[in-house]
């Protein structure tokens, strides 16, 4: 697509060039937002948002485990879809969260 490059962000923005976000860090972000969080056992992680009919199917990660740059895409435009959260609002988030894991 024209104007859009693999990191997820549009060309010349903030998009998300190297994204260090762990799954407990992106799991309290949905949480905050009113998601709600089912795991059907030894299959995947669920997180729904029944006001705006947002729902989104991760693969089960470890707490402390980095989100893999696809994943947080797929997040990413179906938040910014439902209007929960704008992409650059998103990317803002991730570049903190990123900041905080590398500080650590």
Do not use: C, W
Not at 27 to 45: A, C, I, N, Q, W
Not at 55 to 66: A, F, G, K, M
Not at 72 to 82: E, G, Q, S, Y
């Amino acid at each position: 697509m024209a104007g859009v490059d693999d990191s997820g962000g549009q060309q010349g923005g903030r998009g998300m060039h190297n994204p260090r976000i762990t799954f407990a860090q992106l799991r309290r972000l949905l949480l905050d937002m009113g998601f709600t969080e089912t795991v059907p056992p030894k299959s995947h992680v669920f997180f729904a948002h029944e006001p705006s009919g947002a729902e989104v199917s991760l693969p089960i990660y470890r707490s402390n485990r980095l989100i893999l740059p696809h994943h947080l895409n797929t997040v990413r435009i179906m938040l910014d879809a439902k209007g929960l959260m704008e992409g650059d609002d998103f990317d803002d988030f991730v570049a903190s969260a990123s900041a905080k894991q590398s500080a650590s």
